[in-house]
């Protein structure tokens, strides 16, 4: 069982992902459309800056950093093809809204630059229905330090399903949010049984130590 107090092993850093959870401007921005049903989450606003630091120093130690964008595709008459369980959590959702391609769709200001492949996924985890598994083997990736919104959602389901693929699993604590600080420690607990549970501080210092 991994967990905070475990030191980590050195990492080969170009064998090491960054990947990044649904930092979009619909999540997080002012004009976002989770600003706009009053559902925006003020410890997933303060994360951009925290993991666009953690991204630079991977990519200058040679790394990969990839990014999941929540997608809402439209059906054949434009209208957003939201599932159910979602329509009912959050029925400000709209035409528009995470769309492809769209401004809301995209990765936030601080994160963009750093992003190698971004990936659209339609569910909780990155992996669902997605190329990220194909990505990350192709870039001969056999690590993964999972971040973003939100703990108990989008980033729980991803990390399990990286474990589930045989990945050596991260999880950066202070690079995820939930809604709620209680339900976001209960998940980082939660996940300390399938991945090591470090600071960004900490993964950022074991990269001065990873092999090239």
């Known amino acids: 069982m991994s967990s905070s107090d475990t ?25 976002g ?8 989450s003020a ?10 630091a953690v991204a630079q120093a991977l990519k200058a130690a040679g790394g990969m950093v990839v990014g999941s964008q929540f997608t809402l595709w439209p059906d ?3 209208e957003p093809m939201i599932s159910p369980h979602l329509k009912t959590l959050r029925p400000f959702l709209r035409r528009g809204d995470f769309a492809p391609g769209s401004a809301g769709q995209a990765m936030v200001s601080d994160i963009a630059p750093w992003v190698d492949v971004a990936v659209c996924k339609v569910a909780y985890s990155a992996f669902f229905n997605t190329q990220l598994d194909w990505v990350l083997r192709r870039a001969g990736i056999d690590t993964v330090a999972v971040c973003g919104i939100v703990t108990n959602g989008g980033v729980a389901s991803t990390v399990r399903d990286a474990h589930m693929r045989d990945y050596r699993t991260l999880v950066l604590s202070d690079g995820c949010a939930a ?5 976001h420690d209960t998940a980082l607990a939660d996940m300390a ?4 549970v470090l600071t960004c501080n900490d993964f950022t210092a074991a990269l001065a130590a990873g092999t090239p």
């Open 7 to 31: 030191p980590l092993s050195p990492l080969n850093l170009r064998r090491t992902a960054l990947v990044i959870i649904d930092l979009q401007d619909d999540f997080l921005a002012p004009e």
């Open 33 to 40: 459309a989770y600003a706009r049903g009053g559902a925006v």
């Open 43 to 52: 410890a997933a606003q303060a994360l951009p800056p925290r993991v666009a």
């Open 76 to 78: 054949a008459q434009g």
């Open 179 to 183: 809604f709620r600080r209680e339900v």
């Open 193 to 196: 049984t399938v991945a090591q």
